[in-house]
């Protein structure tokens, strides 16, 4: 090709736009101040919160562990905070910190993160460990924790006051049918550790078993944070669903707490949070709308949550005839469906029920209680998680009960046996021809429920009065919308955490058509979520595979095509996106997400444990279980964002996932598949979807603890990969479990599309920071180089190209990876041309949904989340690695 001055300055432009790119070991803004800010993922300050834990990142080499630190507001205002290291860097530098402020500490905008001394809090969390008890005081309240028998809270006091008690972990079985008699079971307590002692948080985590009359199942795992400034404890609540789905169901899963009620019972209030504005306000004999009135002082003492007037001061004859006033004891609102719900209640078991309100979607708040105290309950995602209730119980009586239904028993048990039969599939060519037609992967015993698991967010709070109606319906807005603090982009950006990534741009008409695109792509889907309903229990935080344009629905009920499972990385996608523009969509999409795949979508018991499930019509009905969708890769952003305790475990729980491979074969249907006869102790593993994979978790471990066993097993892989004959282009070798090493010549010539797109990208470009292993690094970028390379080049180097060719448009990133780590801008070139192709991907300049028939409904012709996906991975980090290539790439509608 002859040179041009066009095409000459257009390489020199390329080639400048490489070496700018600040490089992994000399962050941008190495000689500023040691300072990082945070910002709300909304994008405002909250009017209230019950507390906040968030995380920051620090630049590698600039921060000792043995420093402390100071948060401030933007005007550099000391605030009480409590701060720890969650993980470090190689050389033993900070990489993350995680920081607690006190409840509803006044914030603006923005927060200041830098070394200094901590300011403490005013009134501390305390924890006292007892014999049989914890304590955790924050203020004036007493929070009495069991280590033993059903109540995880035993009481709490506000002063000397005892104002809830016996608040235990309460669940119901059906035997035999979602119809078959109920059985009834509490939580009981195995075991309490204390996590954190204060001075502004404190975490207790409580694990143990619900039983009942021959039963011991349903393990769970509830962390209590109580914060400074708090009346209520945060409350992470986690089971395990371990029970035979074809034998026994689950028809009720929650968390309910006493009330001592001693006031009379017009002097007893109800408060529950019917939407974000209005509260249902009412006693429980009611004194208001009566045929005689008692007098507006009673009247507005009882509606403001006072004491009323003595029965002598009511105006006549109210006073006197008190008893003859019904006494609502019972109150229940069920939200079943994501769309509506009915608030009932009648005056005890033996009586009828009256509905008194109905609506859209409850907030999922209420309060039972007295002047002389009460207690509240909130779950967050309560109507997305339908179907769910809130009820009260015996408030006539010496104790009111309050319950929180996660899944309520007034509904349909859960149903979780398989949805389809075998229909002839025993054998795997059978099986194979159901894939073929459906994109299922079917196998008669593997599509079960059983040890899957959801985690669940509440709130518990213990009053010495009734607050007023404006600050309950303050805390069921924090409980519905929890307000999160997020780190900046920016500094985030700097720190050099999470691989290669791009901040927002918009100084060019490609770097604009693009960020179009991504905010496009978020909204659609947030729109998605709700527009298609993708809600319920073990369905919310998920979104569709692929759309059915014929039907203008997604393939719900289409086998692969269903229910995505983090295929192809969305929820990396997300968290990309969250990280580069601070929250928003992207965030709340994401954090539901992680909720749903890290637990839904994997298995934490039995011959499964650690792996996930491949997309499908049920969450766990297809045969592959696979370490590609139990990924760590996909939980540990939000871990550092939050330092959730929960998302921690999890990713702990896959360190040894590997040895499950053991018994089961990932491959053992592949047609025509090699069938190495391999000696105890050594699998067959693919390099992408398996290892980078199981070495996000082994990475993550390694930076929160240095525990060099995890740093020496990621070496041993990188190495032996490397000095296989063709490296990362041999897709999978025997590996030994045993000694973490890859074994055999690895001379074969194996590709697959799947190898690099469920986070070995991202983990990669972590590893080659991180550790310097030569021999993988040139077998990564070798495999970055050769995936799109034309036939002719890759063949000269390999030899034939036998595997797949496909997502070459998620693959440009790859390519640019490689120009940017060589410097070539020829390579450069290649990787935008590849990119802007959209060859087997979503292409750019899609255009904006569209609304079509039946009904207006909005659809985005031709999108799929494994499209959507990989194109917004490949659009973030291509902006990061080639950007001036993209400036100069030719858009394509």
């Given at each position: 090709m002859p040179i041009t001055r066009r095409g000459l300055m257009g390489a020199t432009m390329l080639a400048a736009g490489l070496r700018s790119l600040p490089t992994f070991a000399a962050p941008a803004g190495q000689r500023r101040p040691v300072n990082a800010r945070a910002n709300w993922v909304e994008g405002h300050p909250p009017a209230a919160h019950a507390g906040q834990t968030f995380g920051m990142a620090w630049p590698r080499g600039r921060v000792s562990a043995r420093r402390g630190w100071t948060v401030s507001d933007a005007a550099g205002r000391p605030l009480p905070a409590q701060s720890w290291v969650t993980a470090t860097w190689p050389d033993g530098s900070v990489k993350w910190t995680a920081h607690a402020l006190p409840a509803d500490t006044t914030l603006g905008a923005l927060i200041v993160v830098g070394p200094g001394r901590a300011t403490p809090?005013?009134?501390?969390?305390?924890?006292?460990?007892?014999?049989?008890?914890?304590?955790?005081?924050?203020?004036?309240?007493?929070?009495?924790?069991?280590?033993?028998?059903?109540?995880?809270?035993?009481?709490?006091?506000?002063?000397?006051?005892?104002?809830?008690?016996?608040?235990?972990?309460?669940?119901?079985?059906?035997?035999?049918?979602?119809?078959?008699?109920?059985?009834?079971?509490?939580?009981?307590?195995?075991?309490?550790?204390?996590?954190?002692?204060?001075?502004?948080?404190?975490?207790?985590?409580v694990e143990g078993y619900h039983v009942g009359p021959g039963q011991r199942v349903l393990p769970f795992v509830v962390r209590l944070y109580a914060y400074a400034g708090s009346p209520g404890l945060r409350i992470v609540h986690s089971f395990v669903h371990d029970v035979d789905p074809a034998a026994w169901f689950v028809s009720?899963?929650?968390?309910?707490?006493?009330?001592?009620?001693?006031?009379?019972?017009?002097?007893?209030?109800?408060?529950?949070?019917?939407?974000?504005?209005?509260?249902?306000?009412?006693?429980?004999?009611?004194?208001?709308?009566?045929?005689?009135?008692?007098?507006?002082?009673?009247?507005?003492?009882?509606?403001?949550?006072?004491?009323?007037?003595?029965?002598?001061?009511?105006?006549?004859?109210v006073g006197d005839l008190l008893e003859r006033i019904p006494a609502w004891g019972e109150l229940s609102l069920g939200q079943f469906s994501a769309q509506g719900f009915t608030l009932r209640k009648r005056t005890g078991p033996d009586h009828g029920w009256i509905d008194a309100a109905e609506g859209g979607r409850a907030p999922g708040?209420?309060?039972?209680?007295?002047?002389?105290?009460?207690?509240?309950?909130?779950?967050?995602?309560?109507?997305?998680?339908?179907?769910?209730?809130?009820?009260?119980?015996?408030?006539?009586?010496?104790?009111?009960?309050?319950?929180?239904?996660?899944?309520?028993?007034?509904?349909?048990?859960?149903?979780?046996?398989?949805?389809?039969?075998?229909?002839?599939?025993?054998?795997?060519?059978?099986?194979?021809?159901?894939?073929?037609?459906?994109?299922?992967?079917?196998?008669?015993?593997?599509?079960?429920?059983?040890?899957?698991?959801?985690?669940?967010?509440?709130?518990?709070?213990?009053?010495?009065?009734?607050?007023?109606?404006?600050?309950?319906?303050?805390?069921?807005?924090?409980?519905?919308?929890?307000?999160?603090?997020?780190?900046?982009?920016?500094?985030?950006?700097?720190?050099?955490?999470?691989?290669?990534?791009?901040?927002?741009?918009?100084?060019?008409?490609?770097?604009?058509?693009?960020?179009?695109?991504?905010?496009?792509?978020?909204?659609?889907?947030?729109?998605?979520?709700?527009?298609?309903?993708?809600?319920?229990?073990?369905?919310?935080?998920?979104?569709?595979?692929?759309?059915?344009?014929?039907?203008?629905?997604?393939?719900?009920?289409?086998?692969?095509?269903?229910?995505?499972?983090?295929?192809?990385?969305p929820d990396l996608w997300l968290w990309m996106q969250a990280l580069r523009t601070g929250g928003g969509q992207a965030y709340r999409l994401a954090e539901a997400m992680t909720r749903h795949t890290g637990e839904v979508d994997v298995y934490h018991l039995g011959r499964f444990r650690g792996l996930g499930t491949r997309h499908g019509v049920q969450h766990f009905s297809d045969s592959s279980k696979q370490p590609r969708v139990s990924n760590a890769a996909y939980r540990r952003i939000y871990y550092y964002l939050t330092a959730d305790e929960r998302v921690g475990d999890l990713m702990r729980d896959?360190?040894?996932?590997?040895?499950?491979?053991?018994?089961?074969?990932?491959?053992?249907?592949?047609?025509?598949?090699?069938?190495?006869?391999?000696?105890?102790?050594?699998?067959?593993?693919?390099?992408?979807?398996?290892?980078?994979?199981?070495?996000?978790?082994?990475?993550?471990?390694?930076?929160?603890?240095?525990?060099?066993?995890?740093?020496?097993?990621?070496?041993?892989?990188?190495?032996?990969?490397?000095?296989?004959?063709?490296?990362?282009?041999?897709?999978?070798?025997?590996?030994?479990?045993?000694?973490?090493?890859?074994?055999?010549p690895g001379d074969k010539v194996s590709i697959s599309h799947l190898n690099a797109v469920f986070g070995a990208v991202e983990i990669n470009a972590e590893l080659l920071q991180l550790l310097d292993v030569p021999r993988y690094r040139r077998a990564w970028l070798d495999y970055c180089r050769y995936y799109n390379a034309p036939r002719a080049a890759f063949e000269t180097r390999f030899g034939p190209r036998k595997g797949s060719e496909n997502l070459a448009e998620a693959h440009s990133r790859l390519t640019a990876f490689a120009a940017w780590a060589e410097s070539d801008p020829s390579l450069a070139t290649r990787a935008s041309n590849e990119f802007f192709a959209g060859r087997a991907g979503l292409g750019t300049r899609m255009g904006d949904p569209r609304h079509a028939p039946p009904g207006g409904i909005v659809e985005w012709p031709g999108i799929s989340t494994n499209a959507a996906s990989q194109w917004g991975l490949a659009a973030i980090e291509n902006l990061a690695l080639i950007p001036a290539a993209i400036d100069v790439g030719k858009l394509r509608s």
């Amino acid at each position: 090709m002859p040179i041009t001055r066009r095409g000459l300055m257009g390489a020199t432009m390329l080639a400048a736009g490489l070496r700018s790119l600040p490089t992994f070991a000399a962050p941008a803004g190495q000689r500023r101040p040691v300072n990082a800010r945070a910002n709300w993922v909304e994008g405002h300050p909250p009017a209230a919160h019950a507390g906040q834990t968030f995380g920051m990142a620090w630049p590698r080499g600039r921060v000792s562990a043995r420093r402390g630190w100071t948060v401030s507001d933007a005007a550099g205002r000391p605030l009480p905070a409590q701060s720890w290291v969650t993980a470090t860097w190689p050389d033993g530098s900070v990489k993350w910190t995680a920081h607690a402020l006190p409840a509803d500490t006044t914030l603006g905008a923005l927060i200041v993160v830098g070394p200094g001394r901590a300011t403490p809090p005013e009134a501390p969390v305390r924890v006292e460990e007892r014999a049989d008890t914890i304590l955790i005081v924050t203020g004036d309240h007493r929070w009495e924790i069991g280590r033993s028998g059903d109540a995880f809270v035993r009481r709490a006091t506000c002063g000397d006051r005892m104002v809830l008690r016996d608040a235990a972990l309460v669940a119901e079985l059906r035997q035999g049918s979602p119809e078959g008699p109920r059985l009834p079971l509490r939580g009981r307590i195995d075991r309490v550790t204390v996590e954190q002692r204060g001075p502004v948080r404190a975490v207790v985590k409580v694990e143990g078993y619900h039983v009942g009359p021959g039963q011991r199942v349903l393990p769970f795992v509830v962390r209590l944070y109580a914060y400074a400034g708090s009346p209520g404890l945060r409350i992470v609540h986690s089971f395990v669903h371990d029970v035979d789905p074809a034998a026994w169901f689950v028809s009720g899963i929650g968390l309910s707490t006493a009330v001592p009620m001693a006031a009379p019972l017009h002097d007893r209030h109800v408060r529950i949070a019917l939407d974000d504005k209005v509260m249902f306000v009412e006693a429980i004999r009611p004194l208001t709308g009566l045929r005689r009135d008692p007098g507006e002082a009673t009247r507005a003492a009882q509606i403001a949550g006072r004491a009323t007037p003595p029965p002598s001061a009511m105006a006549k004859p109210v006073g006197d005839l008190l008893e003859r006033i019904p006494a609502w004891g019972e109150l229940s609102l069920g939200q079943f469906s994501a769309q509506g719900f009915t608030l009932r209640k009648r005056t005890g078991p033996d009586h009828g029920w009256i509905d008194a309100a109905e609506g859209g979607r409850a907030p999922g708040f209420a309060y039972v209680g007295s002047p002389q105290g009460g207690a509240a309950i909130g779950a967050r995602w309560f109507w997305q998680r339908h179907p769910s209730e809130i009820a009260v119980t015996n408030a006539t009586g010496d104790s009111a009960y309050l319950t929180l239904w996660l899944w309520s028993p007034r509904a349909g048990a859960m149903d979780l046996r398989s949805y389809r039969g075998v229909m002839g599939m025993e054998g795997y060519d059978a099986q194979n021809e159901g894939l073929a037609v459906t994109y299922e992967d079917y196998e008669q015993g593997w599509d079960s429920a059983t040890a899957i698991a959801r985690t669940s967010e509440l709130m518990l709070w213990a009053f010495d009065a009734t607050p007023p109606t404006d600050r309950l319906q303050a805390l069921a807005a924090i409980t519905a919308d929890a307000p999160q603090l997020v780190a900046d982009p920016a500094g985030l950006h700097a720190a050099g955490v999470f691989g290669h990534w791009s901040l927002p741009d918009r100084s060019t008409p490609n770097r604009t058509a693009i960020e179009d695109q991504l905010v496009h792509l978020v909204d659609f889907y947030a729109g998605e979520v709700d527009r298609r309903h993708w809600y319920g229990f073990w369905n919310h935080g998920d979104v569709m595979h692929s759309y059915d344009s014929d039907r203008h629905q997604w393939r719900y009920d289409i086998g692969g095509f269903a229910w995505a499972n983090s295929e192809l990385s969305p929820d990396l996608w997300l968290w990309m996106q969250a990280l580069r523009t601070g929250g928003g969509q992207a965030y709340r999409l994401a954090e539901a997400m992680t909720r749903h795949t890290g637990e839904v979508d994997v298995y934490h018991l039995g011959r499964f444990r650690g792996l996930g499930t491949r997309h499908g019509v049920q969450h766990f009905s297809d045969s592959s279980k696979q370490p590609r969708v139990s990924n760590a890769a996909y939980r540990r952003i939000y871990y550092y964002l939050t330092a959730d305790e929960r998302v921690g475990d999890l990713m702990r729980d896959l360190l040894t996932s590997d040895r499950t491979l053991e018994t089961v074969e990932i491959g053992r249907k592949v047609p025509g598949g090699e069938r190495p006869d391999l000696p105890d102790g050594v699998i067959e593993m693919s390099f992408g979807t398996v290892w980078c994979s199981l070495a996000a978790a082994w990475l993550t471990e390694w930076e929160r603890t240095g525990d060099r066993r995890w740093r020496d097993r990621l070496i041993a892989g990188m190495d032996s990969i490397g000095r296989l004959k063709n490296g990362w282009i041999a897709g999978s070798a025997p590996y030994d479990l045993a000694s973490g090493r890859f074994v055999g010549p690895g001379d074969k010539v194996s590709i697959s599309h799947l190898n690099a797109v469920f986070g070995a990208v991202e983990i990669n470009a972590e590893l080659l920071q991180l550790l310097d292993v030569p021999r993988y690094r040139r077998a990564w970028l070798d495999y970055c180089r050769y995936y799109n390379a034309p036939r002719a080049a890759f063949e000269t180097r390999f030899g034939p190209r036998k595997g797949s060719e496909n997502l070459a448009e998620a693959h440009s990133r790859l390519t640019a990876f490689a120009a940017w780590a060589e410097s070539d801008p020829s390579l450069a070139t290649r990787a935008s041309n590849e990119f802007f192709a959209g060859r087997a991907g979503l292409g750019t300049r899609m255009g904006d949904p569209r609304h079509a028939p039946p009904g207006g409904i909005v659809e985005w012709p031709g999108i799929s989340t494994n499209a959507a996906s990989q194109w917004g991975l490949a659009a973030i980090e291509n902006l990061a690695l080639i950007p001036a290539a993209i400036d100069v790439g030719k858009l394509r509608s």
